[in-house]
């Protein structure tokens, strides 16, 4: 690292609003001491701290001042620009929450290039494991990381492994689950679009432990990018001699293809993505026997998630006691979440198992948008919970979401704020089971559009309280009867908000009222006469000219014309507009 | 290419290669590229040849800051490493003079990744 010369970051973390000013105080005492040749302030757009008053860097000595008042700026250039030392009481250690297993390499190497990924220990695991010949020693290995199942179920790696290496046959496959459907969330993608290498030489030692010769990667057709980045990652391997006949020069050979989903989300199923790659239609069928057993054209398979193999040669270089110190005692290791919806940072991140939820949404995503107010966050997809506000001190891991009702699923992460209509959500999630179910079994294909039709009721303005117990009743029938997972777990978000939100679903039946304005038959906009200022902006924002009247003798919405938009209801600063 | 055997293995990947002091990478996942990275990307590519600079244009996968796409990270001699975010051309073309040329970083548009310097995540 070559020397430069000094720089100082700043960045007002509360509004922003302050930030040029104490850019210019900074200036100035740096111009008075004749200072400003040699050092550089300037304004950063993101400085990694949310809601810490002014926070400040000084690179190259990477010191970082938190809530620095205009006062602090003379003592922070005396001190700490001038000689050298620190400024002990706005000093802060930065610590990064987010940790990077699978996401190593995202960002940084160039995925289309195996000599990069060889650069960064690239298939350093699979050649320890191949010198080492000891396929017990790989499982024995995973036993210890304590690495689980990362596509949602948490089932420990290694025991799905044992189970097929332990059958007696000749022919065994491996495949890797890139069918990644949730609403919101583009984990898998991410990595193999930045990383390749990283799913490949997983599966390459995966099937070494395993003994199987041939793997497949099931991935979705709508990730194009992601599947000629496999592809070539797939070439580049053959050409280095890292897959097919004799690996590495020893006598372990194993090849792969690609195998594209259509877009069913059922197929992220195993036993039906199985019936996919085996060219039938993609019906799950009932478990035991399980794949490990009797899978892939009747042969013991082993399928794992995107994210679990990323981790694979990572533990098998560095060894699986390291890895499971990572993260808590019950839940080794980190997890990619997607983290989206009404937060600041949108963001792709890895976090150690066992950090707090309000850690992600605050220290992470920087808080929630436009600050309004947060009311609940979604894990796990249309299998997966609502999450409200009281438990966000709960650690993260298989465990702590489902005590809440909810799951760890495969990563998506999606927060809500005021403006979301727990009814609505509920509805939108439940849809999207009813859509995607296969409609092999009347669980999940007549009980899914039962309960859909009770939730629109109730969106609607025509449900009693019946309807509430009649979703329950439903529900415990479609968990308990239901054929696979995605029957059995598609009622999780309505009984989460139902659980959790109740008031909500009572102000919809009883009041039949929707104060998030999602329910378009259940809210109007209208001005409140007490509070309105007269001052005109809801009448030039609305795209429709729905707003009768005039400065001076007021404004009025015609309901007649009316669309909802509710962008006079985000445009006044007087909340004289209700809904 | 030369296979690789368990053997040949340490000594085919840690062929002494030069380091690369000067580069740029462009984050070009498809989040990147819908938000416009290969514009970016272009750009660069033009503005580097055009003033005949010494800076390896690397393309790479999505580093996770989805809300600063697309995102531009570089590391020249003498100066920090930064990671810039929301880039477009004109961007794209000041990070070109300001930064690489004129060693100066530029405002406004620092997204901050690493904690320490030179090193991600």
Redesign the interface.
Known sequence: MGKYKKIIMIKDTNTGNRTSRIYDLFLNSLRERGLEDDVQVVRVADINFYNKGVVARILPDNITYVKIEESDIDRIVRISIVKDDTVKDLLVDPKDKQMRIVLRNCGIIDPESIDDYLKFDGYKGLKKVLEENNRDKVIEELKISGLCGRGGGGFPTWMKWNFAKSQQTDTKFIICNGDEGDPGAYMDRSVLEGDPHSVIEGMIIAAFAIGAKKGYLYIRAEYPLAISRVEMAIEQAHQKGLLGKNILGTDFSFDLGIRLGAGAFVCGEETALIASIEGKRGCPSPRPPYPTINGLWGKPTVINNVETLANIAQILLNGGKRFSNIGTEKCAGTKVFALTGKVKNSSLIEIPMGITLKEIIYDIGGGVLNNKKIKAVQTGGPSGGVIPEEFFDTCIDYEGLQKLGSIMGSGGMIVMDEDDCMVDIAKFYLKFCVDESCGKCAPCRIGGKQMLDLLTDISEGRASCDHVDQLKRISKAMQKASLCGLGQTASNPVLTTLKYFEEEYKEHIVDRRCKSGKCELLFIYEIIEDKCKHCGLCQKKCPVDAIDGDRDNGFMINQEKCVKCGQCFDVCKFEAISR | ???????N?DQE?SKE?KEIKNWV?V?M???G?AAGADVVMETIKKAVKENGLDIKV???????????EP?V?VKV????QVMY??VDADIANLIIQQHIIGK??????????A????K??
């Open positions: 290419m030369t296979k690789l055997t368990l053997k293995f990947t290669e990478k984050g996942s498809t989040c590229i690397i393309k790479t996968g999505c580093v996770g800051k989805c809300y600063a995102l990270e001699e003498n100066m920090p975010g929301k100066k970083l530029l405002n406004d548009c620092i997204y901050l990744v904690v320490k310097d030179g991600n995540g």
